[in-house]
């Protein structure tokens, strides 16, 4: 069985300052992971991947996550964040051996002027 | 590129009607994906398909719902009776093979069971 475990329900966060969301996973074979975003009323999309390689990743919109295998942990960061960064972010974790995706619960991202 | 097509994107119903649910997948794509979100329970996987064949069906919460996906440019997501613990977002995704596994969402369809 796997498990993922976003550490933050709701992260309030001024406008330019950094951010970061937490993530760890449990699972007993190897793992890809996942970040997605999800704007009001809005479908998820894809942030960043981590797939194999480089343990830093980058994606869309600034944002850029590092794969921790010894902590299991893959923790998602922007530098700067924009009013527009305003969202709900999920990781999501796929078993090397089959094609599901689990979610964690979801990080709600505020950004304030 | 349309992206994965959802309908309706609202629905209210009364308890005990038959709710189906609509969903075109991205074409090419392999790999079709429902989900339930709610506030309680988060994103759950309900079912996905291969090739349109069911692979894993372990998410459906009970008898009442039923998935079908007759062709690879659609799929349904069939309630009855529903029931106002039903209501919920939900979400079709696709993917396809290989790809860096990458699911496509569409928009989701809110459903309320009065």
């Known amino acids: 069985a796997q498990s993922v475990t976003q550490l933050d329900s709701q992260v309030p966060v001024f406008e330019e300052a950094p951010v970061e969301l937490r993530c760890n996973y449990s699972?007993?074979?190897?793992?890809?992971l996942f970040w997605y975003v999800q704007y009001p009323n809005q479908g998820l999309q894809l942030l960043l991947k981590?797939?194999?390689?480089?343990?830093l990743v980058k994606g869309i919109n600034g944002f850029e996550a590092e794969f921790n295998k010894s902590q299991t942990s893959f923790h998602l960061r922007k530098p700067s964040v924009h009013i527009s960064d305003t969202a709900e972010y999920f990781c999501?974790?796929?078993?090397?051996?089959?094609?599901?995706?689990?979610f964690g619960a979801g990080t709600t991202v505020t950004v304030r002027a | 590129d349309a992206g994965v097509i959802q309908s309706p994107r609202h629905e209210v119903t009364e308890m005990g009607q038959e709710v189906t649910l609509r969903c075109k997948p991205i074409?090419?794509?392999?790999?079709l994906f429902w989900y339930r979100q709610t506030m309680m329970r988060g994103l759950e996987l309900l079912i996905y398909f291969n090739n349109n064949v069911p692979i894993d069906d372990s998410g459906m919460p009970e008898d009442r719902f039923s998935a079908k996906m007759p062709n690879a440019s659609f799929s349904t997501l069939k309630i009855q009776p529903s029931e106002p613990r039903d209501s919920a977002v939900y979400f079709c995704?696709?993917?396809?093979?290989?790809?860096?596994?990458?699911?496509?969402f569409g928009p989701g369809t809110r459903l309320t069971v009065t």
């Open positions: 981590y797939l194999s390689g480089s343990t």
């Open positions: 074409s090419g794509h392999d790999y």
């Open positions: 699972s007993s074979v190897s793992v890809y």
């Open positions: 999501a974790v796929k078993r090397s051996n089959d094609y599901k995706l689990s």
């Open positions: 995704a696709s993917s396809p093979l290989g790809g860096g596994y990458e699911q496509y």
